[in-house]
């Protein structure tokens, strides 16, 4: 029994692979609360008013598309995206290509300026995409603004409390991140933390989650961790804890 659980489990690992940004091979297997805000309708208001709009992290465009949906033709007259993980460049590139957008390969964790010039963009949208704030107020026009939604840096903490590891981004906070926008002489206009779970229906789930963002836990494997794999099935469903939080600033209209 244990050894067709190990290898069950070691397939579905093994077999999971993030293609864009789509969990839908989930649906009905994972449950996750919503935050209080609605970021999609931020993104939505805030991109009618751009003229020239960016999108840091665009995944495979399926986020980007939607937002052009809704917007029509409210949409900014021009639309750049970035994407730092290779295999979702053409995934972005081909979705976003009907749009006219520009799909540009970039990694902020390259530690590497953004590839555009100064006062570029009225809008900058990041939904958990790293940035580096400094670069933001850069290419930001006077007036424009940067919208972002970030995952905070003790999300999932169960994950690593059940198989190891440490956070990877400990400095992902709203205070650390509304600090450094006003350092980078931003105005934080609005700002909002969010506290909600995620609900597994079992250990299947739960590892082709694990599988699908691998960055949570490195280096997890099944086969080390099957006896709490094993001790999580038989509990379930799996409860996660998700923390989530937003902010809006808008660089000064004049130099400060």
Not at 7 to 34: C, Y
Not at 94 to 106: C, E, F, Q, T
Not at 109 to 123: G, I, K, Q, Y
Not at 227 to 240: R, V
Request: hydrophobic share 40%; glycine share 8%; proline share 5%.
């Amino acid at each position: 029994m244990a050894d067709s659980f190990l290898q069950k489990l070691t397939r579905i690992h093994e077999d999971a692979t993030m293609v864009g940004w789509d969990f839908s091979g989930l649906d009905g297997r994972l449950v996750a609360d919503e935050p209080g805000w609605d970021f999609e309708d931020l993104c939505v208001d805030a991109m009618s008013e751009a003229e020239a709009a960016i999108d840091l992290g665009t995944g495979g465009g399926e986020r980007l598309i939607a937002l052009c949906e809704r917007l029509g033709d409210r949409r900014p007259a021009h639309l750049t995206a970035t994407e730092g993980w290779r295999p979702n460049v053409p995934v972005a590139r081909a979705a976003l290509k009907s749009l006219g957008v520009d799909v540009v390969d970039y990694d902020n964790e390259s530690h590497t300026a953004m590839p555009f010039t100064s006062d570029s963009f009225d809008l900058v949208m990041t939904r958990h995409e790293s940035y580096d704030v400094t670069e933001v107020a850069r290419v930001l026009r006077p007036g424009g603004t940067l919208i972002t939604q970030q995952v905070h840096g003790r999300d999932a903490e169960e994950l690593r409390t059940w198989f190891g590891g440490e956070a990877q981004y400990p400095d992902c906070t709203l205070e650390h991140d509304t600090a450094a926008a006003v350092a980078a002489s931003l105005v934080v206009e609005e700002q909002q933390d969010w506290t909600g779970q995620m609900e597994f229906a079992d250990a299947t789930a739960l590892v082709e989650y694990m599988g699908l963002v691998p960055w949570d836990v490195p280096g997890f494997t099944v086969e080390a961790h099957l006896a709490k794999l094993a001790e999580l099935d038989a509990a379930s469903p799996i409860l996660i804890s998700q923390r989530r939080y937003w902010f809006r600033a808008r660089h000064p209209d004049a130099p400060v």
